[in-house]
């Protein structure tokens, strides 16, 4: 009985020393992974002097927000040269659609074609009265012919002023006027190219974030396609992790992960991409022990972007199938 009873304290004392390390050898082990981010580098579409930065490294932006501008006194001139130039073309339009002569000179011609109405009225009596005497033998012919010959000149000459006075009143032509739109159109599009090549010159930040880093000063140049400012958005923050060729049918995109860092408040993240190719092993070796060793690129958005900080080690687990 004694040895029994010593064979099962034994058997006790092994279960509470080695029972533990067991079960610990056998629970989940946490991907290993870290923080990611996609920073966007922001900077002008054509080269020039940076007159100002408006933003320090650190500072936290809202979309929108002027962040830097380039010099811009030759843009301001441009456009005030295509100002001037419509505002002509303008006025050359303005000048087609209305009367072709001013109101000064319609009064003169209406004035004109007063006095021929009066002309044409003398004339008129003047051959009445040589058409009686020629009837009654007193005028001559060449008399009779000569009063005929005014008449017929005042009228024309009445005709003549009074079709002055219809131009006068008139606008230009269809043609001169249809020129004049088309040209106007050209310098407005031409105006509104120039007022945006301004507005350019002075660049916004394109989402909410945080400054990262200012590469340039004022007063330095920006070459093109060089940026000036480096914005962390959020929303580009990602947990990218790595899940061996085993286990990697166990994630799917959506599915939920908890994930824990030094000095970071644990939080769950999103799965959002899972890469279709194995990294770290030549996909032309096939054996068991170089499978072994085959890893999946995994990201996930994480539930409050803003608790974690770019290149921190994390470590991910898969949440339990009611999580999920």
Known sequence: MKRIALLAAVVAAALFFFLPIYLNGHAERPYQGWVEADLLFIGPETAGR?????????????????????????????????EASLAALQSQYDLAI????????????????????????????ELDRMRALARSGTATRANLDAAIAAEAANRAALDNIRGQVALAGLPARSETIR?????????????????????RLSVKAPAAGAVQTLYYKPGE?????????????????????????????????GQTVHVACDGCKPMDARVSFI????EYTPPEIYSLEERAKLVYRVEAIPQ????VRPGLPVDVTLAP????
């Open 321 to 324: 199938p009611e999580s999920r």
């Open 179 to 199: 020129q004049a739109e088309q040209t106007m159109r050209a310098a407005k599009a031409e105006l509104a190219s120039a007022r945006d090549a301004l507005t």
């Open 221 to 253: 140049v920006v070459p093109v396609g060089r940026p000036v400012v480096a914005l962390l958005a959020p929303e580009d923050i990602r947990i990218r992790f790595f899940v061996a060729e085993a286990e990697i049918a166990r994630v799917a995109i």
């Open 275 to 278: 890469s279709d190719k194995a």
């Open 50 to 82: 940076l007159a100002d930065v408006t933003v320090e490294e650190g500072d936290p932006v809202e979309a929108g927000k002027r962040l830097f501008r380039l010099e811009d006194t030759a843009a301001l001139a441009t456009v005030s040269a295509k």
């Open 98 to 125: 209305v009367a072709q002569k001013r109101p000064e000179e319609i009064t003169i011609l209406k004035a004109s074609e007063r006095q021929a109405e009066a002309q044409l009225s003398l004339s008129v009596q």
């Open 304 to 307: 409050d972007p803003t608790g």
